[in-house]
C-alpha cells in the first residue's frame, strides 16, 4: 500500500533531500511540498498521511499540533525541542480526536549518530571526564545542536544512574564562555565552519587514557534511510516515540 507523504519545510536544505528521497522510495508518494507561509490543512496537505517537518526550532512544535489536528501522523528532524514541548505533544496525542495518530521526532537520523549517541551513554558512566564537541555548516540556525543536546542528555543520565559527580574542572575564570555551553552538567562545544555539513565527536577521559566517539555526516543522504524508515513505521507506532533508535534493532 503506497504511502501519501507531505513535506513541511520542503524548500529547505534538508526538506529539498527528503523530498527527492521520498520520490525516490518505493511504496512512498509525494503528494505536498509546503514552506513558508503555506497553511497546515487539507487543502494545502493534498491527502497526505504522513508529514515529514524539516523546518525551524521556532515553529516546528506548533506545526506538529496543527499536523495532528489536520489528521496526520507526523515524523520531525526538526531541532529545538525540549521535555516540556514533548510534554505538549504527549498531552495532544492523547486526546480522544487525536485517536489514532503518531509523532516521531529525532534528533539524528543518521545511523552512525545515533549509533555514537548510544556508545556515548554506554561509555559515560566508565569515564571521570566527558565532553561533546558538535560541529556544523555555518547556515545552522540553533547551537548546541539537538544531537550534541540529546547525546548530553543521555551521559549525564547515564553518570547520575552509576553515582559519578561533575567531571573534575579546576577553571575559576571564564569571562569569554570557552568552556562551553553546560548541558546536565556535560560541557558542550559548538563549531561552524563552511565546508562542514554535521558532525559530532564525544570524548571521554581516564587518568592515562581516552576515548573519542566521532560521527561524520558528510552529506545530507546519511539521513535518507532513516528518514523513510520513520515514515514507513511511524503509522504502526502508539503516542510520541523520540530518536529513530526506537525503531532499530540495535
Ligand atoms: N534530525 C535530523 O537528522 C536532522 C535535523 N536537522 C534539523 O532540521 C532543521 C532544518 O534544517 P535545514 O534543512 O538545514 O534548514 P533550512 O533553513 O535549510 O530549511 C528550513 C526550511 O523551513 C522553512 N520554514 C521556516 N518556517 C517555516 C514554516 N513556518 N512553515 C514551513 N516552512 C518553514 C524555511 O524557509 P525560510 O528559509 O524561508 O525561512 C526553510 O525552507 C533544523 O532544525 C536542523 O537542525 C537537520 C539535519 C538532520
Ligand atoms: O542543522 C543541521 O544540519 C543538523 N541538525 C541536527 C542537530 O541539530 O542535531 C542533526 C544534524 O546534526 C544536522
Not at 65 to 78: C, K, N, P, S
Not at 121 to 129: G, H, L, T, V
Not at 157 to 185: K, W
Request: aromatic share 4%; proline share 4%.
Amino acid at each position: 500500500m503506497t504511502i501519501r507523504v507531505a513535506v513541511v519545510g520542503a524548500a529547505g536544505r534538508m526538506g529539498s533531500t527528503v523530498c527527492q528521497a521520498v520520490e525516490d522510495a518505493e511504496g512512498l508518494e509525494l503528494v505536498a511540498r509546503l514552506d513558508v507561509g503555506d497553511a497546515l490543512d487539507a487543502e494545502h496537505l493534498g491527502g497526505a498521511q504522513v508529514a515529514v517537518d524539516f523546518t525551524v526550532p521556532d515553529v516546528t512544535e506548533a506545526n506538529v499540533h496543527a499536523l495532528i489536528d489536520a489528521g496526520l501522523d507526523v515524523v520531525v528532524g526538526t531541532t529545538g525541542w525540549t521535555s516540556e514541548s514533548y510534554d505538549r505533544i504527549r498531552e495532544h496525542l492523547e486526546r480522544p480526536e487525536a485517536s489514532g495518530r503518531s509523532v516521531l521526532i529525532a534528533p539524528n537520523f543518521a545511523l552512525s549518530a545515533v549509533l555514537a549517541m548510544g556508545f556515548a551513554a554506554k561509555a559515560a558512566r566508565y569515564f571521570e571526564s566527558a565532553e561533546v564537541i558538535e560541529l556544523h555548516h555555518p547556515g545552522k540556525v540553533d547551537a548546541p545542536s539537538g544531537t550534541a543536546v540529546a547525546t548530553a542528555t543521555a551521559m549525564a543520565a547515564a553518570r547520575e544512574q552509576a553515582g559519578l559527580g561533575p567531571s573534575p574542572d579546576a577553571t575559576e575564570q571564564d569571562p569569554h564562555g570557552a568552556r562551553g555551553a553546560v548541558i546536565e552538567g556535560i560541557h558542550v562545544h559548538a563549531v561552524r565552519l563552511r565546508g562542514l555539513t554535521a558532525h559530532e565527536e564525544i570524548v571521554l577521559g581516564n587518568p592515562g587514557e581516552q576515548l573519542t566517539i566521532r560521527t561524520d555526516s558528510f552529506d545530507r543522504a546519511s539521513f535518507m534511510p532513516g528518514v523513510v524508515l520513520a515514515v514507513r513505521e511511524v503509522g504502526s507506532r502508539q503516542g510520541l516515540t523520540i530518536g529513530l533508535e526506537a525503531l532499530l534493532d540495535l
